[in-house]
């Protein structure tokens, strides 16, 4: 199993980023998947989940109104599309799934809010 994100950056409060992660090494079709961000001193929170069709989906209050989940079940591709940026967005973004034999996260994509 690989989760490789991409798409993180610098960016100005008010801005928007796109992150994206590509998955290998099982049926991406038949998982939920989800991103989740980390910075240090605070615990991991989880930022969207999407079900493994694309039709739910389920964010944290924080992020509500500004980013979207969705997915490619073709191209084996999850994105998080954020908007409105602010300078608590800042973080490590982990592209993550859970399959029968464990959890599996991406190395992470690191996202700058700052002027």
């Known amino acids: 199993v690989q989760l490789v994100e991409s798409g993180g950056g610098l960016v100005q409060p008010g801005g928007s980023l796109r992150l994206s992660c590509v998955a290998s090494?099982?049926?991406?079709?038949?998982?939920?998947m989800s991103w989740y961000r980390q910075t240090p001193g605070k615990e991991r929170e989880l930022v969207a989940v999407?079900?493994?069709?694309?039709?739910?989906?389920n964010y944290a209050d924080s992020v509500k109104g500004r980013f979207t989940i969705s997915r490619d079940n073709a191209k084996n591709m999850v994105y998080l599309q954020m908007n409105s940026l602010k300078p608590e967005d800042t973080a490590v973004y982990y592209c993550?799934?859970?399959?029968?034999?464990?959890?599996?996260w991406g190395q992470g994509t690191q996202v700058t809010v700052s002027s």
């Open positions: 993550t799934c859970t399959l029968g034999q464990g959890d599996y």
């Open positions: 090494g099982f049926t991406f079709s038949w998982y939920d």
């Open positions: 999407i079900t493994r069709r694309g039709v739910g989906t």
